[in-house]
Each structure stands twice: as C-alpha cells, then as structure tokens.
C-alpha cells in the first residue's frame, strides 16, 4: 500500500530532483509532478524527466496532489504557500525539506490554515547545487527528522515517515525547536564555521590566494566544501534560526578563547586531553554509520 | 642516477611508513632502514616488512645512512637529533617532515651543527596513525614544500627534492617562516577550528552527544575527521607555531564576529555575499586538483 498516489514537489534544485528520483526508483507508480520558479530550471527538470508533469505555476502543480513537498529556501516557505493556498485540495498533506523548523511551521499554518501539514528534514545533501546535481539514492541511510505540531493527525505523521522510510531514511520525530537546536550544532554552526575560515584565508595579505589553493590538503580543503554549498539556502538558514545559532556560536567563542589562552600559555595537556577526547567521537560517528570508515573519506589517492 | 643510496627514517607512523612505502615502491634498490622509539611500533614494522632493516636504536639505524629523514612529533626533532650525533656520517644529510618549520630549522642546526640540513613538509596525511595507516600512494600530486636554510649546499637541496619527485610529489621551495604562515592558514588553524568544534559539540547539555552523532551528516562530520588526526602530533604544532597560529586565529575570530553580527541584524546581503565569494574557492582548489571533484567528497552512497 503506497503512502500517497500523487506527490508534487516544489523546488527542483539537489533535494527536490533527489526526491522525485528515489520516489521515481521506489514507487514508479506514484504520479510525480514537480514545478520550480525559474524557468530555466523547469526546461532542465523536463529535458531530465524528472517527473510526469512539470508545470509552469505552483498552482497548476498542487491541483489535484495528495501530498506537495517544498524543496525550496526556509523564507520562501510562506510565499510559496500563499501561491498554492487557492488551487490546493482541502485533504491534501503539506510538507517541505528545509532545515529549520520551528520558523517553517509557524509560516506553513499562517499561510494555510486548517490544512494537514508535517514538516520533516532529510539531513543529507551534497555541496552541489540545482537539478542536475541530485540523485535517487541521496536519502539511504540517513536521518529524516518529523516535527508535526503538537496537534497533528497521527495518519498524516505516519503517511509522510512512511514516504521517506520507503526511500531509504531513517525518521524520527522531533518537536520544532529542539530540531532547531539539535541542527544548530550539527550542521548550522560547522556551515558558519567553514564559511569564516574560507573568507578569512582569502583575505590574508601576507599568504597569497594561490598559496591557499595549492596548500588546502592540509586541512583546509574539508573546511571549503561546505563552503561551497548553496548561499540562498544558507543565508535564510542562519537568519531564521538566529537564536540556536547565536546560543552555539557563543559557546564555540569560548571555548576557541579557552583553546587560544592554551597554546599562548603552552599548557600542552589542555591541548592533548581535547584532542584526545575529539578522536572518540569520530569513531561513533563510523560505527553508527553515519560516515565513511575510509581514511580521508575515501578520497582517491591516484 | 638515484638521490641516495641509503635511507634512514625514525619514527614510524602514518607519514614515516608511508615514506617507506613510497620509496620501496618508486625506488626498489634504495636501501631502506627504519627505527622508532617505540618497541611495539617496530615490530609491527618488521611484520610489515616496511624496510631491510628496523633497529632498536637511533643511533645503528642512522650509521650508515647518507639521508636520515625525522618523522617525529615537532617537538621530538631537537632529543632525536641529539641522539644520533654520535653515530650520524659527517657526509649524511638531515631532512624531517614536520609541520612547523622554523623551530625545527633551529633544533636541527643546535643538535647537528656542521650537518647538511634540509627540511621539508609534505603537504599530504589522513586522519589515520600509525604504521598500519600509511600508503605508498600518499604523496602523489601532493606539494612537499622544502625549507632549506639560507646558506644550504644547493646539491643537498636538489637530492631532498629529487626524492619527493620521484614518490610523486611536487616540490616547491619557500623559507622557513613563511611556510609557517601558509600553513597556519591552510592546515594549522582548520585544525584548531575543527578540534574545538567538536568539544564544544560533545559538551552540549540540552543536545545529547547521541543525537550530535545521529545527524552528523549535516556537516559536522566533516569536521569530525581532522580532529580525530594524532593528538600529540598536533599538540606540538601549535605550541611550536604559536606565533603565526594565534595570529590566524585573531583574524578568524575578528571575521566570525562580524558574521555574528550580520546574523543578529538580519544582514541578509552581507551573509550571502561571502557565501557566494567562499564558493569560488572550493571551484579554484578542485581545478588546481588539489580535491576531488566528486560530490561529498566522493563518499560512497550505498
């Protein structure tokens, strides 16, 4: 028994064109329509193929759908839903990807009240961004995080776990603002993080740009991946989940001043007992499978 | 014509055993001896087979040598060169591989005085310890940035180079206190950042280290691998590169203040312009091929 016959999903860039091809390669009988706000990128989504229908307007997409996924920036949310609000079936399930929720939810139920809605956040992506860079297999394996509001219709909640669950993810459910919180640490604060260093290296005058490029394996090439990911997606991400990120930044602050007091001290244990402790977590995160065991993550050595 | 004849390498973790790898490899009739101050370590080397000969001592492995290169914690480089003075032939050269160059410059010259020195740095590693961890193919297309002092014997500086070539390095050549300036940037401070995110991370009292782990796909694991590389190794660069660091650090910390600030006043504009500028790097170290161009690193998904 499929979750939904007809799925529409708005905002063809990586985690949208990912998600209509894992519907496409688990469930190729559910109907898929797609529609994005370029234009560009629709004639792309069709040269793909990446659904049966890809339409011009967001109404035109969500007309007779069971469940619309928006897969498009946190602060579009509310926009795209007073779009949809008009041509939108009454019993039709609302959900989206973005990785704030408590902000989203608040938007959703403003622009659509009454409708059924189910937030959920895939925590997995690439650095690249649009169309063309998205795969079926990008959600095996990895979290899917529910944050229905308190109220939600239990049929609805288990509808949409089970879409994500039938693509590969695993979901839990989460209230809004301890996903918001949980989401600082994981991913909001390591993006602000690689986005300073990259900026602050290329500004150096002493150390050319070049220099930087060419000696990057030294670390500092992980810290530009994320770096590279999409600036739309997060400037809203930081702006709307302002205060976990502020609350996570403050505490990195310190404890970075409580590093940098350490090595001009030379307290060399101070140094040692963290960097040992560090080690550990790493090895949880392979033995629970959420990355590569390869060392240097499996990059080619040719 | 090979550069030399018989090589010495002290300290048999994941670079020294990789050296070994790379030269038995690249340079079969090279012949290669290796000592390590631990007893453990050096039978694991005989069981590997990395050289023709693991002595117990400094002073048998370097008798005969006509390069010895140290493969040592930053700070171990000054005791090591102390203990083989005594056995060193007047004609052999010294190179190490460490991460911090003007200090050790300094070490060698008071250990070794009259000795031809030449110290290098390649630009290359993985997360891994150990003489387990190394690989022959480490050092290809990696850069080896040799540091010779001002008044060094133009042939010793072109064999210690013709070395790395041959395992498949790039050599370039820079004085000593600007390598410690480039790589307090492009290696030194991503790994301090990285380190102290991840304490901070596991130090959360409202997110349980159990859920930091969960959803680490977002990006913190990504930090996770570089602050699990060796604690001591690390220990010593910063305190032996405490100048140039704290100076990285300063302007770090100065940029991720304005970000901070951008953040708290909603300065939209200001976030994804640096977003979009940070991009164009990952772009220039993926061209130069200094990454891989693969999404997420080229992480397998299963």
Redesign the interface.
């Known amino acids: 028994m499929l979750p939904f016959a007809r799925v529409t999903v708005i905002g063809l860039g990586l985690i949208g064109s990912s998600l209509l091809r894992a519907i496409r390669a688990e469930m190729p009988t559910v109907r898929l329509t797609g529609h994005d706000a370029s234009a560009e990128v629709r004639d792309i989504a069709r040269h793909l193929d990446l659904a049966d229908d890809i339409t011009d307007t967001v109404g035109a997409a969500v007309t007779d759908a069971d469940l619309v996924i928006l897969c498009v920036p946190v602060r579009a949310m509310g926009d795209v839903a007073e779009a949809m609000r008009d041509d939108l079936p009454g019993e039709a399930i609302v959900s989206d990807v973005g ?1 704030c929720k408590a902000e989203i939810l608040a938007a959703l139920t403003a622009a659509l009240p009454g409708q059924a809605i189910v937030p959920a956040h895939p ?6 961004s649009g169309p063309e ?1 998205g ?1 079926a ?2 959600f ?4 899917c ?1 529910v944050t229905p509001p308190a109220d939600a219709d239990s049929t609805a909640v288990e509808r949409v776990s089970e879409l994500w669950r039938r693509i590969g993810a695993n979901v ?1 459910r989460m209230d809004a603002a301890h996903h918001d ?3 600082a ?20 005058e ?2 050319t ?1 070049s ?19 999409d ?2 997606m ?3 991400v ?2 709307s989940n ?1 205060d976990a ?2 609350e ?2 403050q ?3 310190e ?2 001043s409580a ?2 007091r350490a ?2 001290w ?1 307290d ?1 244990d101070a ?2 007992n ?6 550990a ?5 392979i033995e ?1 499978g ?3 065991p390869a ?8």
């Open positions: 990785s925590v997995a992506g690439t650095e690249n860079s795969f297999s990008l095996k394996g990895r979290w995080i839990e919180l949980v989401l640490v994981t991913s909001h604060l390591p993006h602000l993080i690689a986005y300073t260093i990259v900026g602050t290296a290329s500004d150096l002493d150390v740009r220099e930087v490029i060419k000696y990057s394996a030294g670390g500092f090439r992980d810290f530009t991946r994320i770096a590279a990911s600036p739309t997060w400037r809203d930081f702006l302002k990120v502020l996570m930044l505490r990195f602050s404890d970075l590093l940098q090595i001009r030379n060399g140094l040692f963290l960097f040992t402790r560090t080690r977590i790493r090895r949880s995160i629970e959420q990355d590569d060392p240097d993550f499996g990059r080619t050595h040719s």
